[in-house]
């Protein structure tokens, strides 16, 4: 969802949490992403999902970066990645995933800490994206239907 302000979170173990103070506060040029339903997650249950809030306008900057490609020459995400960002054999589906997760992978790509068999590919891109291309791709990726398969 994109939004200029969120409501106020706290850490709740290895993720962030609504703190339902009913305060809010900035985004600013960040990704908030929280349960939607913060018992419903702690119980575990398969059905509970997630909100991410991305900055206003960042899905569109990112669907434009993801068409016009990364890199010299501009390597384009679906043409690995498929139409829809859906996934193609063996290369993974990007639509609908968490956007925490999304820019933590492209981030250990860039600084070598996922470095194992098939990461070749992601190097050379991941090079070239700055923290804030991240950003927007995650937004965009994040917002694309999920075909097929349950979403996770
Ligand atoms: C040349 C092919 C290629 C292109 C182009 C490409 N990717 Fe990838 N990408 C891969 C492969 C292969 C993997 C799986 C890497 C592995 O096994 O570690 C991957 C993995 C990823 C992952 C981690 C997914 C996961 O499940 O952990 C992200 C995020 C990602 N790519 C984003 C992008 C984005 C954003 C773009 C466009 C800017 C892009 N990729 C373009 C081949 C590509």
Redesign the pocket.
Known sequence: METDTVPKTFVAGSFLADAKSGEKEPLGNRIIEIPEDFVQFENRDARSRFIAYVPVGSVKKGEA??AM??GNPP???A???GAGLQGLG???A?AG?SPS??VR??YDFKQGA?A????E??KP?ADV?SVDDMLV?AAY?ASLPVHGAATQ
């Open positions: 970066l993801a490609g990364v390597a384009q995400c043409t690995c990645h063996a290369v993974p990007l995933r997760y999304f992978q492209l996922r194992g068999t098939g990461s590919s992601m891109i994206l791709l990726a």
